[in-house]
């Protein structure tokens, strides 16, 4: 019998429309190479070459991955982005057949400078189920765990939501944190939430682990809100369907230029995308590695002796399971099997 008790196929009959279960450890080998390789740049003022290093790191692992995957998020059109370009073919080609956002480096100005919180992430669900932003780079989100799914809105005014987040606490808005992106776009909305008397807690970068923040209970952060990447939107959608909570986002174009195209591509400007809408797969899962320490998880760390550690999340919807998987890589055997770029 199989040792494997994630996933066990009786006479090879596969649905080839639904992930295997194996499919969340695979994943995370794919974000621990990614942080691995990106993990050499921390602190060294090129954003640029670790973004490059974690790409080029995951391609290599997305290629032994049994799946049919296309990416529906990732770098760039395929002009800008060599690998993990938007409609790139991944996987070993077998099933089943699935869409893909990946982000390599979430946070690659926080790891040129050193600075916490960035992550390796991927996110994977059935196909078509992902939401494809087009030309529109940014979106207004807001975001938070169960307890205050039902009461988030991106049409109600901003401190109402924060009223009603604080009496579903049992207080008032006082009892309120806010976790935001620290951006000249967002001062009227500052205004507002200290008027109100929420507390606010400013991130330079990566918006996919404020989101995570802003779901997973005793974090001490309730909402998030602000004005960040779709990219980061649908990777947060991916992993709020496995934890629960909810995300709202809504197409925020930067430019006249941007709106038109958004516009004539037929995408609707004025409405709010539910977490269904961002990622609508049933069976979904999301892998996140760190790179640098955080609140989330610890970075990657080098050790004397040649190895390194890792620690990342692991998450599936459908069962609803959630693991924290810390990892020692020994990184000269991963060398003579895969060369340099795993770090």
């Not at 507390?199 to 404020?210: E, K, Q």
């Not at 998030?224 to 947060?236: F, H, K, M, N, Q």
Request: contains cysteine; proline residues 6%.
């Amino acid at each position: 019998m199989p040792e494997d008790d994630e996933h066990v196929i009786s006479h090879d009959v596969r649905d080839v429309t639904h992930p295997d279960r194996n499919l969340a450890l695979e994943l995370v080998r794919v974000t621990e190479a990614g942080a691995l390789a990106a993990g050499r740049w921390i602190g060294r003022g090129e954003k640029e070459s670790a973004d490059g290093a974690a790409v080029d790191a995951m391609r290599l692992m997305l290629d032994t991955v049994p799946m049919d995957g296309i990416v529906v998020i990732g770098e760039g059109e395929k002009d800008e982005a060599p690998m993990l370009f938007n409609g790139e073919e991944i996987g070993d080609g077998s099933p089943p057949v699935v869409d893909i956002a990946v982000d390599p480096l979430e946070g690659t100005t926080l790891t040129a400078r050193g600075m916490p919180s960035a992550l390796s992430v991927i996110a994977l669900s059935e196909r078509g189920t992902m939401f494809d932003p087009g030309p529109c780079v940014y979106m207004e989100k807001i975001a938070t765990g169960p307890r205050a799914a039902d009461v988030i809105s991106l049409t109600d005014p901003l401190p109402d939501v924060i009223r009603r987040i604080g009496e579903r606490k049992g207080g008032g808005p006082e009892d309120v944190t806010v976790i935001m992106l620290d951006r000249p776009r967002h001062e009227e909305a500052i205004a507002q939430l200290r008027e109100v008397g929420a507390s606010i807690r400013f991130i330079s970068d990566g918006d996919v682990a404020a989101s995570l923040f802003a779901v997973l209970p005793n974090t001490g952060i309730d909402l998030l809100w602000g004005i960040g990447g779709t990219p980061e939107g649908v990777l947060s959608a991916a992993a709020i369907k496995c934890l629960g909570g909810r995300i709202l986002g809504r197409l925020w174009p930067r430019d006249d230029g941007e709106r038109k195209a958004a516009e004539d591509a037929g995408y609707d400007l004025t409405r709010v995308l539910d977490t269904d809408d961002l990622v609508g797969g049933n069976d979904v899962f999301f892998a996140a590695t760190g790179v640098t320490d955080g609140d989330l998880l610890d970075g990657v760390r080098y050790l004397d002796d040649g190895h390194a550690t890792t620690e990342s999340l692991v998450m599936r919807s459908r069962s609803g399971t959630v693991r924290r998987v810390q990892a020692t890589h020994d990184r000269p055997k991963l060398r003579e099997v895969v060369g340099a770029r795993y770090g």
